[in-house]
């Protein structure tokens, strides 16, 4: 039993991976142009996929978004190395993690989600912007990650993490309502 | 059920978060709270009677007489009901079922016929 668990475990971290992947890929080819510094957006639509894969999945979603971010800093920001890769990648796969944690405690979401209200999902959005943003702008700082600014970059990050994830939700439940739709008449 | 294993669990945390999803408000064509008022129309049109304004937003089990106004202002926006008044009085005016409200009504007569079938 055991076994099966840490099989299907490494299955969601490895699907969680690739399609955050996915995800920053695909933000780079539509959302370049709302890049601030590299690795911080005023509109990151990844956002969505963290929230979505560390409520779903939990620590196995973290994880997975902890890899995913190795291999994306590795392809993509040249600037990180070593220990700031290892933070800035934690920053991006544990700060959700860690703002559901937080609500957890806080009795805001259950661990199963059970009874999980729209507000509810709402503040996890909005505690885990704060979180992302601030892991990797004190990581970077600590680090000195050259040409951050950690009171100039949290905005922008916080932000854009914000918006993503919001633009991810609605545009779910947008297509939950159109697929409602079809088989009710129009109203 | 074995909630220990990550897939399954997994999957009921998706279905609590797609229920989530669809609460969230602000894409909404029809909430319940207008489709409460809309219910009440539809019952007082089946008993073959249209209601008038002032009873729709007199119902104050559903909400306040402003609420209910605002509440009615959406449902005759979307079309589901219509507006009219008799002869000269434009004074009094009645609710009546609009041509989408029939169509709705169908629809669903036909999916609680197809629930009674099975």
Known sequence: MKQREAIEGAILIAITAIFYWLGYELQGLMFQFTEHIPGVNWFYLPA????????????YGAVGIFAAT???????????????????AAASGFGAWVALWLLRWRGVIAEGLQGLTATGLLQFSCVYAAFNALFHQVSWWVFKREGSLLTVDIWP??????????????????????????????? | MDTHSPFKSAYLRFLQLVAAVDEMS??????????????????RWSQGQAMTVREAISQTSLGSAATLHKRLKRLIAKQLIVATHEGQDKRTKYLAPSEKEQAYIDWLSSKMQLVEAN
């Not at chain 1, 190795?70 to 800035?88: K, Y």
């Not at chain 1, 918006?163 to 297509?175: H, N, Q, V």
């Open chain 1, 157 to 187: 990050m916080f932000v854009g993490d914000l918006l993503g994830a919001l633009a991810f939700l609605y545009g779910w439940k947008l297509l939950l309502t159109a697929s409602k739709s079809k088989g009710l008449p129009q109203i």
């Open chain 2, 26 to 43: 602000g894409l909404d064509d029809f909430d319940a709270n207008e489709k409460a008022l809309f219910d009440s129309l539809c019952l």
């Open chain 1, 48 to 59: 969505g996929l963290r929230v979505l894969f560390v409520l779903v999945a939990g620590i």
């Open chain 1, 70 to 88: 190795i291999v994306i800093d590795l392809m993509h920001m040249q600037d990180l190395s070593g220990v700031l890769l290892l933070l800035t």
